[in-house]
């Protein structure tokens, strides 16, 4: 290892050394033209100070994968009832296989790296075949992309990172590269300074100031009323039983024998992990049976069960695991426990995506990391006390519904790091694993409530500008699911509204993906309806604060209930939870269970939901009611039909039941 102290900022930077090739980069006269480029930094990262040319970096190019202009094709056609091929779900050799890059690629690209002077056994090809990589130092790499690397420093937390702001490739092998890391990209979740919260972590608002977790980590507040074990009081608290009433979910009897071919994930990030005896608490109220029933885990690099009272650090996890093993009882529940204590700012879905397919692996069993080193965490890790290895790749087998209660803002990712990874669960759908995440808590606007200056790019104070989507609800290969509640003083049998209480379901239109046949025909009336309805009114807004074009990835694509859950926590009943976070998971369980009766009958799982859901939305309570704020607006509405609010709507578990045992 080579450590090196940059420019006395107190900013330190580990890399690997293994062999690099000692280049002149020769340009040959190639034409260069920009690959990526980043405007502006995201929130908060402030440009520090060259990187010494000296300084070795491991560079990872992200080749271009074959086909995969035909995989909406191929995913819908095993995912639309009415199809020869539905439910006719792929072996992950057949998808290797057919996405793999072609070798015309990686010819191309060895053949400019060996050109530009470097030595051609010093680049390595991954065995997932998606990747080439080579060590070189930071002036090597400048002048092969034509750029320069600096130091950033996270303003909040102190974080060190380092990156571009743009990079260039030869015109003649653009086409075969997604992406090459490290450059434009930034995908840390942030923590706090020490000074600021005294363990290093905020409470009861998740990962921190800015990236991953902020825009669905689960809002609370202090409990007004003693819970009520019945459905009387479910406008106030959320309970099992509640979710049951609302959306005709059964109650499967302990003694059922389950089918050994379903199963059902959710995934949590360290520092996030769950509380037995909270667990407990909550199952001696709500689901006596499972008492001492732990959900089996995964490790991800790294990944444990840390038992350790936290308030901030039990509050996602004990969530998302008290409903969904309490609604899809006596199913078990597959908990995948994504990076260690120690790089727990790094962790990211890519590495957990790297665990469901070492396909999308970078090279197996090395230090390298998947997609993007020093963007994503690096495992096995030299860091103090880090997973020392090996890490995680293709370990684990993707349960048929993976429940993600997590999300970052598109804006803070590169188009390019987007669409690598949406293609991934895309693939994985072909493979029929359902994927859901949370749409995000702040209506139209990004995490923190803050949206996008026009003019600059940058992260404004909320008051206006443009609105900011939520990623991965905008990959159009996932079910997004957002939030309603229960209306004030309703009963539990009354319509729904949009969640207007502590957060604001959020949806709209991405500003990277465009819409998906599938939703062409719901997302078209609502545009013929009601897009011209959005400038009235003292906060009506025009068609320059969203991606208007009629041409956009919309979302959500449904919703649940996502206000009060009656949580334990830490040991009380303190605090009421509210968010897209706590939706998603109960939505996951309604899919599980569908899942469980169309096995007992010989069919496979759903695989992805979309097409069915758009094409068949009576399977699904509409929500007319409502909003999302954001940004200075009231934001979108909740109408008749699918909404950019509530989807959709809500599940009807007999609707849909009947429809996919039919189907």
């Given at each position: 290892?080579?450590?090196?102290?940059?420019?006395?900022?107190?900013?330190?930077?580990?890399?690997?050394?293994?062999?690099?090739?000692?280049?002149?980069?020769?340009?040959?006269?190639?034409?260069?033209?920009?690959?990526?480029?980043?405007?502006?930094?995201?929130?908060?990262?402030?440009?520090?100070?060259?990187?010494?040319?000296?300084?070795?970096?491991?560079?990872?190019?992200?080749?271009?994968?074959?086909?995969?202009?035909?995989?909406?094709?191929?995913?819908?056609?095993?995912?639309?009832?009415?199809?020869?091929?539905?439910?006719?779900?792929?072996?992950?050799?057949?998808?290797?296989?057919?996405?793999?890059?072609?070798?015309?690629?990686?010819?191309?690209?060895?053949?400019?790296?060996?050109?530009?002077?470097?030595?051609?056994?010093?680049?390595?090809?991954?065995?997932?075949?998606?990747?080439?990589?080579?060590?070189?130092?930071?002036?090597?790499?400048?002048?092969?992309?034509?750029?320069?690397?600096?130091?950033?420093?996270?303003?909040?937390?102190?974080?060190?990172?380092?990156?571009?702001?743009?990079?260039?490739?030869?015109?003649?092998?653009?086409?075969?590269?997604?992406?090459?890391?490290?450059?434009?990209?930034?995908?840390?979740?942030?923590?706090?300074?020490?000074?600021?919260?005294?363990?290093?972590?905020?409470?009861?608002?998740?990962?921190?100031?800015?990236?991953?977790?902020?825009?669905?980590?689960?809002?609370?507040?202090?409990?007004?009323?003693?819970?009520?074990?019945?459905?009387?009081?479910?406008?106030?608290?959320?309970?099992?039983?509640?979710?049951?009433?609302?959306?005709?979910?059964?109650?499967?009897?302990?003694?059922?024998?389950?089918?050994?071919?379903?199963?059902?994930?959710?995934?949590?990030?360290?520092?996030?992990?769950?509380?037995?005896?909270?667990?407990?608490?909550?199952?001696?109220?709500?689901?006596?049976?499972?008492?001492?029933?732990?959900?089996?885990?995964?490790?991800?690099?790294?990944?444990?069960?840390?038992?350790?009272?936290?308030?901030?650090?039990?509050?996602?996890?004990?969530?998302?695991?008290?409903?969904?093993?309490?609604?899809?009882?006596?199913?078990?529940?597959?908990?995948?426990?994504?990076?260690?204590?120690?790089?727990?700012?790094?962790?990211?879905?890519?590495?957990?995506?790297?665990?469901?397919?070492?396909?999308?692996?970078?090279?197996?069993?090395?230090?390298?990391?998947?997609?993007?080193?020093?963007?994503?965490?690096?495992?096995?890790?030299?860091?103090?006390?880090?997973?020392?290895?090996?890490?995680?790749?293709?370990?684990?087998?993707?349960?048929?519904?993976?429940?993600?209660?997590?999300?970052?803002?598109?804006?803070?990712?590169?188009?390019?790091?987007?669409?690598?990874?949406?293609?991934?669960?895309?693939?994985?759908?072909?493979?029929?694993?359902?994927?859901?995440?949370?749409?995000?808590?702040?209506?139209?606007?990004?995490?923190?409530?803050?949206?996008?200056?026009?003019?600059?790019?940058?992260y404004n104070d909320g008051k206006g500008g443009r609105f900011a989507p939520s990623f991965p609800s905008t990959?159009?290969?996932?079910?997004?699911?957002?939030?309603?509640?229960?209306?004030?003083?309703?009963?539990?049998?009354?319509?729904?509204?949009?969640?207007?209480?502590?957060?604001?379901?959020?949806?709209?239109?991405?500003?990277?993906?465009?819409?998906?046949?599938?939703?062409?025909?719901?997302?078209?009336?609502?545009?013929?309806?009601?897009?011209?309805?959005?400038?009235?009114?003292?906060?009506?807004?025009?068609?320059?604060?969203?991606?208007?074009?009629?041409?956009?990835?919309?979302?959500?694509?449904?919703?649940?209930?996502?206000?009060?859950?009656?949580?334990?926590?830490?040991?009380?009943?303190?605090?009421?939870?509210?968010?897209?976070?706590?939706?998603?998971?109960?939505?996951?369980?309604?899919?599980?269970?569908?899942?469980?009766?169309?096995?007992?009958?010989?069919?496979?799982?759903?695989?992805?939901?979309?097409?069915?859901?758009?094409?068949?939305?009576?399977?699904?309570?509409?929500?007319?009611?409502?909003?999302?704020?954001?940004?200075?607006?009231?934001?979108?509405?909740?109408?008749?039909?699918?909404?950019?609010?509530?989807?959709?709507?809500?599940?009807?578990?007999?609707?849909?039941?009947?429809?996919?045992?039919?189907?």
């Open positions: 290892m080579l450590l090196f102290d940059v420019l006395a900022l107190g900013l330190w930077i580990c890399f690997t050394t293994s062999f690099t090739a000692a280049v002149a980069v020769s340009p040959r006269n190639w034409k260069n033209v920009l690959h990526e480029r980043r405007h502006v930094p995201p929130s908060g990262w402030m440009k520090r100070s060259r990187v010494s040319p000296e300084v070795e970096i491991p560079i990872r190019i992200a080749l271009k994968q074959s086909n995969l202009e035909n995989l909406e094709e191929h995913l819908l056609s095993v995912s639309t009832p009415g199809s020869k091929e539905y439910g006719k779900h792929w072996s992950h050799r057949r998808i290797a296989e057919t996405f793999k890059p072609s070798r015309e690629s990686v010819n191309a690209i060895w053949k400019w790296l060996v050109d530009a002077g470097f030595n051609r056994e010093s680049v390595r090809r991954s065995q997932s075949l998606g990747w080439l990589s080579f060590n070189a130092t930071v002036g090597e790499v400048e002048g092969l992309l034509e750029t320069e690397y600096w130091v950033w420093e996270h303003e909040g937390s102190g974080m060190g990172h380092v990156a571009c702001e743009k990079y260039s490739v030869p015109e003649h092998v653009r086409e075969h590269i997604d992406f090459i890391t490290p450059t434009v990209h930034f995908d840390a979740r942030i923590r706090p300074r020490k000074d600021k919260f005294p363990d290093g972590k905020k409470k009861g608002v998740g990962f921190g100031e800015w990236g991953k977790g902020n825009d669905c980590a689960s809002k609370l507040s202090p409990r007004p009323k003693p819970v009520v074990h019945n459905l009387s009081d479910c406008a106030n608290n959320i309970v099992p039983d509640c979710l049951r009433a609302l959306y005709g979910i059964p109650e499967l009897d302990h003694r059922t024998k389950l089918n050994p071919k379903n199963s059902f994930g959710v995934v949590q990030y360290t520092p996030q992990s769950y509380l037995a005896s909270d667990l407990d608490m909550f199952f001696r109220n709500y689901s006596k049976n499972q008492v001492q029933k732990r959900p089996t885990l995964r490790s991800v690099d790294g990944g444990n069960v840390y038992n350790t009272p936290n308030f901030g650090q039990n509050i996602e996890a004990n969530l998302d695991l008290e409903y969904a093993m309490a609604l899809v009882n006596p199913l078990n529940v597959t908990l995948y426990q994504v990076g260690d204590l120690v790089n727990t700012q790094w962790t990211s879905f890519n590495n957990f995506l790297d665990s469901l397919d070492e396909t999308y692996c970078s090279r197996d069993g090395q230090t390298e990391n998947v997609t993007a080193p020093i963007i994503d965490a690096i495992y096995p890790s030299k860091l103090p006390g880090g997973f020392a290895g090996p890490r995680n790749c293709g370990g684990w087998a993707a349960t048929k519904v993976i429940s993600t209660s997590y999300s970052y803002n598109e804006h803070d990712l590169t188009p390019a790091y987007e669409k690598r990874q949406c293609d991934e669960y895309g693939k994985l759908g072909l493979a029929g694993t359902t994927f859901l995440y949370c749409s995000a808590d702040y209506g139209v606007a990004a995490s923190l409530d803050r949206c996008i200056n026009p003019a600059t790019g940058e990959c159009p290969y996932i079910t997004s699911v957002g939030a309603t509640q229960i209306a004030p003083k309703l009963s539990v049998t009354a319509p729904e509204i949009a969640c207007s209480t502590k957060i604001y379901s959020g949806g709209g239109f991405s500003n990277v993906f465009s819409m998906p046949s599938y939703q062409s025909k719901a997302v078209g009336s609502w545009f013929k309806k009601y897009s011209k309805d959005l400038e009235a009114g003292e906060r009506g807004f025009g068609k320059d604060r969203w991606n208007s074009t009629g041409n956009a990835r919309a979302y959500p694509d449904v919703s649940a209930n996502g206000a009060g859950y009656v949580v334990a926590l830490v040991g009380s009943y303190d605090y009421l939870l509210y968010g897209t976070s706590a939706s998603t998971p109960v939505f996951g369980a309604i899919v599980t269970l569908i899942n469980e009766a169309r096995m007992n009958r010989g069919k496979g799982s759903l695989g992805f939901l979309n097409p069915a859901l758009y094409a068949n939305p009576h399977m699904l309570n509409d929500i007319t009611k409502g909003s999302n704020p954001g940004c200075g607006t009231d934001g979108f509405k909740a109408t008749s039909g699918w909404d950019p609010v509530t989807g959709l709507g809500t599940p009807s578990y007999p609707r849909m039941l009947d429809y996919f045992l039919k189907n």
